[in-house]
């Protein structure tokens, strides 16, 4: 079982590249599932329908979500009518959508649960018990299970990585959109990595046409932000598992754009 995992999309940037590079990545990782973080494909904040069927219509099996997640108002019925895609579990109830999913492919069965991280960010619920929640809800129905921790704070991923360990396949981080370097299994088999990091302009500020992000913090102004298309890379990782709910390996992914893309 390979688990391709693409680190948040911003933009059309992001969104070309991911589609273009999607076939050849899922072939040469032979991967099972493809699970992206589409929070900031739509303009840089948030997923539209119409993009959402695009990333479905192209193999994409899952599609994990943020704090950006309400920010088209034409994705809320969306959410509450397809399952694979996901906002975090640990919202309030009574917004749309839900937090996690079950895929099946060649008869292995991924449990996929999205969560967003409390300090720093809004969100509803506190993400360890959501977690625990949703994992109880799970339990008996997957062979292995992959949290996209959505959250601002390294110590709070690190932390959710270690509460998770030995019980689900995969913790990867998102949100920074800057890839960390501490890809790992964790002792209890559970693999790991603080954030995944973009898939988007990395000649930009996260994502952000430079002079714009510039602009904002050197006038101390509000600025209208605009998603960059300078030098795309693709970011993600793929993790490897034999076993039920176990890592053997994960991979990290950095992928330029090729020669000639636009």
């Known amino acids: 079982m390979n688990i391709l995992f693409v680190g948040d999309v911003v933009g059309s940037a992001g969104r070309r590249l991911l589609l273009r590079l999607l076939p050849e990545l899922r072939e040469q990782h032979d991967a099972t599932f493809v699970v992206v973080n589409g929070e900031n494909v739509?303009?840089?904040?948030?997923?539209?329908?119409?993009?959402?069927?695009?990333?479905?219509?192209h193999g994409v099996d899952v599609i994990t979500l943020g704090n950006h997640t309400y920010r088209q108002r034409?994705?809320?019925?969306?959410?509450?009518?397809?399952?694979?895609?996901?906002?975090?579990?640990?919202?309030?109830?009574?917004q749309?959508?839900?937090?996690?999913?079950?895929?099946?492919?060649?008869?292995?069965?991924l449990g996929v649960v999205n969560l967003s991280g409390n300090l720093f960010l809004k969100a509803g619920r506190?993400?360890?018990?959501?977690?625990?929640?949703?994992?109880?809800?799970?339990?008996g129905r997957v062979d292995h299970v992959l949290v996209d921790m959505h959250a601002e704070a390294t110590s709070e991923k690190v932390a959710i990585g270690w509460h998770l360990d030995g019980r689900v396949t995969a913790v990867v981080g998102t949100h920074t959109h800057v890839p960390t370097a501490d890809a790992r299994v964790l002792p209890g088999g559970t693999a790991y990595i603080t954030d995944v990091g973009m898939t988007g302009a990395r000649g930009g500020v996260i994502g952000v046409k430079k002079e714009l992000a510039i602009e904002s913090l050197v006038t101390q102004m509000p600025v209208r932000f605009e998603?960059?298309?300078?030098?795309?890379?693709?970011?993600g990782v793929v993790i490897s598992g034999t076993s039920p709910l176990r890592a053997d390996r994960i991979e990290q992914l950095l992928v330029p754009a090729p020669a000639g893309f636009r």
């Open 42 to 57: 739509a303009g840089g904040v948030g997923i539209t329908p119409k993009i959402a069927d695009e990333l479905f219509a």
């Open 74 to 94: 034409a994705i809320y019925p969306y959410l509450d009518r397809h399952d694979a895609i996901l906002r975090p579990a640990n919202f309030l109830k009574s």
């Open 96 to 109: 749309p959508g839900h937090g996690h999913c079950v895929v099946e492919r060649a008869g292995v069965r």
């Open 126 to 139: 506190p993400a360890f018990a959501e977690a625990d929640a949703a994992l109880h809800a799970l339990r």
């Open 227 to 235: 998603p960059s298309e300078d030098d795309p890379w693709l970011m």
